[in-house]
Each structure stands twice: as structure tokens, then as C-alpha cells.
């Protein structure tokens, strides 16, 4: 371990702002790289320095440490370039997980670029990551939205665009406004499936799967299921195929297979219509008979 310590306290350089992951719950997620870049870091940017300086404590870190926060953020963005022109290290840290992503640090990002200074990331823990690993969707890509509208009325109207959603989606939500996104799902599709993900990587980490309906009465049922740092994953929307071919589809079908060899019909209504070739040709055979 101390071989690899040492092999990325070597790769560490002057001028750059490394973008450093830290835990977002269990301490000993952090990676040898990432205290690598904090111990060495003439400058750490934080969202909150008394919750970084706990975490830097616990590694035995000193480092000096910097508020940036999103109110000050454009204004710290000079100081910190500032400190990269002069040959200075600097790390950006949030209070957990990565930074930029629903957390200050992209527009100090944006205008390092900008000055011609490079920027690094330290990947490491993410809540999102987490909790899409142990969902169990099979879908090759996501859609990642952060936090969920925090009225009904925009919560309602981005769900309805959801509802049919053929990719899963992960959100963001907070304790006091979970029992209320429940109920406005369970308006508009009770029975999709969802994951709630809690506290991931803490002591009361805890994954409820299922139905909007079925997650709305065990959290009724349990009040500590309502608390904690919280992500939703919603799985795409099931389609079931019915046994019996749309009237659009057997019509495009009528159409070709009259002027069409049944298998050439077969083969051109699926692509237009989506439907299966085999359940098409089959349909046509009937006809014949």
C-alpha cells in the first residue's frame, strides 16, 4: 500500500486544481490518491471548512483551508488562480461525494480553464454511482437529474414527462419532502419500480425496492425509513407486449403481403410498425388458410 501512496504522491504537480471525491459516509472510502492530493495541497477549497476539516483531521491532514461556497464562488475563482499562477497546488473538495456535481465547483472549474490552467479529477466515492449498482436495471444508459422540484406542481409536470420513460432515471430527495414525491408518483405510475436508497455507506444504510405504492406504506409504516440523505432510482417504464397485433400493424401487413412474398412483407411491416416479424408472418399464414 505504501508503494502506491508514494507512486501518487510523485504524480502530483504544481498548477493544477485537482477536483478530489471525497466519502459520502464511510470514511474509509476515500482513496490513496485523494489523500495524496490533500496532504500535498498548498490550498483546499471546501464547501463547509468545518465539516472538511473533520474529515482532513481524521487522516491526520493539515492543509489551509478555503470557503467556496456557490454565493462566493466566481469571487474565489480569482484568488484561487491567482495561487495556481504563483505554482501552488489547490484541491476542491464538497462536504461529501464529488464536487461540481449538485455542489458547488463547476464555475471555479470553468474559469481554471479559462486561464489556461489544468484540471484534474481524483475520482473516488458518488452516491449516484452507488445506488445505480445495486438497482439491478439493465438499461445501458441513465438519466441523472439531481433534486427533485421542491413544489408539487413542478414535481407533477417533470414526473408525467417520466411516465413513460424507456431508461431508468436517479433523483435526488430530502427527508422532509420524500412522503410527498411519493404521492405525486403514486398518481402518475403506482406501479413502477423504484429504489430508495438511504445513507449509503452509513450506519443505517438501508435499500427498500419496489412498486411507488408499495415504498409509500413502508414508509408510513417506519419513520426512520423517512430520514437521511436519500436517492431514488426509478426504473424504466415496463411496456407489455400484447398477445394480439395492433389493427395498424395487421393492416400495413394486409397492404404488403398482397403485392409482397409473405416472408419480404413479414420483414418490411416489422420495420415500419416496431411488431414482430415471426407474429406477422404467422398473422399472414393464417389469412392463407
Known sequence: MQKHFQKALDSIQNSILYIVATPIGNLADITLRALAVLQTADMVCAEDTRVSAQLLAAYGIQAKLLSVREHNEQQMA????????????VAQISDAGTPAVCDPGAKLVARVREAGFAVVPVVGASAVMGALSVAGVSEPHFYFHGFLPPKSGERVKLLEQWQNANYPIIAFETPHRIAATLD???????????MLAREITKTFETFLVGTVSELREQLAADSNQSRGEMVLVI???????????????????KILSAELPTKQAA????????????ALYDLAISWKK
Do not use: C, W, Y
Open 78 to 89: 480569482d484568488k484561487i488562480i491567482a495561487a495556481l499562477a504563483e505554482g501552488k497546488r
Open 184 to 194: 405525486d408518483m403514486n398518481q402518475i405510475f403506482p406501479n413502477r419500480t423504484i
Open 235 to 253: 426504473h424504466a417504464n415496463v411496456v407489455e407486449k400484447s398477445d394480439t397485433l395492433p389493427e395498424t400493424a395487421q393492416n400495413v401487413m
Open 267 to 278: 420483414e418490411l411491416a416489422a420495420k415500419i410498425t416496431g411488431e414482430s416479424k415471426k
